[in-house]
């Protein structure tokens, strides 16, 4: 059976390649929306006794 | 009055001390059920049981106060 | 008289039985058996079991195109990708993605389990299979049940069955797969790290996720849109506790009724002729071989990442990344409190084990756009 090699290193690299930067670019949002959410609750917070969150 | 608190969110599923029970450091108090499965909890000191803070069957979160030893 | 006899034998399937069918029964029984007395993945594999089962007996055309009953199921709820979507709602609704937003760093542990993917892809293509079909068998390696029988069905939807099967069986074994793997590339040192509390996430940020995670995935591979949007809006169903009806609905009913039309579906393509066949021993080598190589790799990503980390992780919850929820977070927990009794892994591994299901539908969806 032909095996298309170059298709196979296709494949294989772009696959860890595309999962690794979907996951890095998730990562990186997911941090940024916690940051600015904190921020938000902090800004809207009343004050009352609460135990400090730690990002 | 050093509690002992829960390392994990889940169900109290056996409490295997009493009131005024001795027990050493890193022995098996009560055990938690998270996910479907048994997770021992050991003490984190040496003394005597002065509370338990919950009974079999709650629902604990992580933190919640489970045993005070003295 | 004797006519009416003779037609009636003639007729029956009995007369047409092949050796092959009866040797799919054993298969069928040895399914059922598992299933029932061992109670491996029941939910799955008992309907599983009786779709082989029946259509190994000749001469009903359960699966007989544009008549069949089972075709029906099949052709409306997998052929036509409704299914594995639905499951993934139901999963949404019922998955906790609070100890991945704790800690985002562990979607790159996600990510590295997923390398074990490609890795059998390779493989596979070793063994003689062609692309697609090698796509198909990687997957199993995600360990996600769904995601397996939505690109099998789209790459090499003959494979089907075997790759779900195996995929099923594999998750159930997960506790004898993973410690071998996790032992061997940890040393006792690494896995006594003990790590620090999860941070508590508020309900905005659970709510949030669903939605970004959605829209980013969405954007960047479409053809990762049917799964991922069902995942995350079964996730929003749950966290935004306004729908709660619906959100019971998706991870009970839903699920159980889907669950019903998935197992029979797939037990129902698997024909003695598709089935027996030396190339589906070689599915069954390559899917241990994916969950071996996947643990691996879930494990040296997070070794890898200790190099650049201040507080370092627990490199075993790595192995979590193998995205069998809990399964393989359980594992990782019973592995670690081995090594030091108080260390609480569980939750800490569902972070990457959960961020594996994600992983699991990215990878698939690459797979999909290279080679569908």
């Known amino acids: 059976m032909e095996t298309d090699w170059s298709k196979v290193m296709e494949v294989f690299a772009s696959g860890i390649l595309g999962v690794y930067l979907v996951m890095v670019l998730l990562m990186v949002l997911t941090q940024f929306s916690n940051w600015l959410i904190g921020r938000y609750e902090l800004a809207t917070r009343k004050p009352e006794p609460e135990p400090s969150k730690e990002a | ?70 | 008289m004797i006519d009416i006899i003779k037609d009636l034998i003639f007729t029956s399937g009995l007369m047409n039985l092949t050796g092959g069918n009866l040797v799919m029964w054993l298969v069928a029984f040895v399914l059922l058996y598992l299933a029932i007395k061992k109670q491996y993945e029941p939910l799955l594999l008992l309907p599983i079991a009786f779709g082989i089962l029946v259509v190994n007996l000749p001469l009903t055309f359960l699966m007989e195109p544009e008549h069949g009953l089972i075709w029906f199921f099949y052709k409306y709820g997998i052929d036509l990708d409704i299914i594995p979507p639905l499951i993934f709602l139901g999963l949404g609704a019922m998955i906790d993605f609070g100890p991945l937003i704790a800690n985002p760093k562990t979607l790159l542990l996600g990510a590295g389990a997923q390398v074990g993917l490609y890795v059998t892809f390779f493989a596979a293509i070793l063994f003689g299979f062609d692309l697609k079909e090698a796509g198909a068998i990687a997957i199993i390696g995600g360990a996600d049940g769904p995601t397996t029988i939505y690109l099998g069905s789209k790459l090499a939807p003959h494979l089907l069955g075997a790759t779900a099967v195996s995929a099923y069986a594999y998750m159930a074994l997960v506790p004898i797969i993973q410690p071998p793997m996790m032992k061997l590339l940890t040393s006792d040192h690494e896995r006594k790290i003990v790590m620090p509390k999860l941070r508590p996430i508020s309900r905005l940020q659970k709510i949030c996720f669903p939605i970004i995670t959605a829209m980013i995935i969405m954007l960047v591979v479409p053809p990762a849109a049917p799964l991922i949007s069902m995942l995350m809006l079964g996730n929003l169903f749950k966290e935004s506790g306004v729908v709660e009806r619906l959100s019971k609905t998706a991870s009970n009913e839903l699920m159980n009724i889907v669950t019903i039309f998935l197992g029979l579906s797939v037990g129902a393509t698997m024909t003695a002729a598709v089935f027996l066949n030396p190339r589906v021993l070689f599915i069954f080598f390559l899917g241990l071989f994916a969950f071996v190589i996947s643990t691996a790799s879930g494990l040296l990503m997070a070794k890898f990442m200790n190099l650049f980390l201040k507080d370092k992780i627990n490199p075993l919850i790595g192995a979590a990344g193998v995205s069998a929820v809990p399964m393989a977070a359980r594992c990782v927990h019973k592995v670690g409190s081995e090594a030091n009794r108080r260390n609480y892994l569980l939750m800490h591994a569902m972070g990457p084990n959960v961020a594996g299901v994600i992983g699991t539908v990215v990878a698939a969806a690459i797979l999909l756009k290279n080679l569908g």
């Open chain 2, 1 to 70: 009055m050093p509690e002992l608190t829960a390392p994990i969110a889940g169900n109290v599923w056996k409490i295997l001390i009493a009131v005024g029970d001795k027990v050493e450091l890193d022995d098996e108090v009560i055990i938690l059920e998270a996910l479907k499965m048994e997770t021992p909890i050991y003490s984190d000191d040496s003394g005597t049981v002065t509370a338990i803070k919950v009974k079999e069957g709650d629902a604990v979160n992580d933190g919640d106060v489970l045993v005070v030893i003295d």
